[in-house]
């Protein structure tokens, strides 16, 4: 299984940007699925996470900015982040609960994608 991000990138305050992550592989079943981000010095943190039946959570500094779905047709999840903020740079990462078989599953993380805000 293998979990890849794309559409970071470098964008102005204000502006926004759409990460998408696609999980491929050996898959039954995609359960939830999280966006995390680690800033320089900084722990990882998660951003915002998805459950299968449609259960959202968003950590509060991005409350009202980002939103994060998911077309599990194509095993993708996506964060759409508006608003940037001078805070916001960091790798985004995805994470997902996902299923080999339908006795097994574990947790797999993607290598991330770089978002650069300039203050």
């Known amino acids: 299984v293998q979990l890849v991000e794309s559409g970071g990138g470098l964008v102005q305050a204000g502006g926004s940007l759409t990460l998408s992550c696609v999980a491929s592989?050996?898959?039954?079943?995609?359960?939830?699925m999280r966006w995390y981000r680690q800033a320089p010095g900084r722990q990882r943190e998660v951003v915002a996470g998805l459950t299968l039946g449609g259960t959202v959570h968003y950590t509060d500094f991005v409350k009202g900015r980002f939103t994060i779905s998911r077309d599990d047709a194509k095993n993708t999840v996506y964060l759409q982040m508006n608003s940037l903020r001078p805070e916001d740079p960091a790798g985004y990462y995805c994470?997902?609960?996902?299923?080999?078989?339908?006795?097994?599953?574990?947790?797999?993380w993607g290598r991330g994608t770089q978002v650069t805000v300039p203050s």
């Open positions: 994470n997902a609960e996902i299923q080999v078989t339908p006795n097994y599953g574990c947790g797999y």
């Open positions: 592989g050996n898959i039954y079943k995609v359960n939830t």
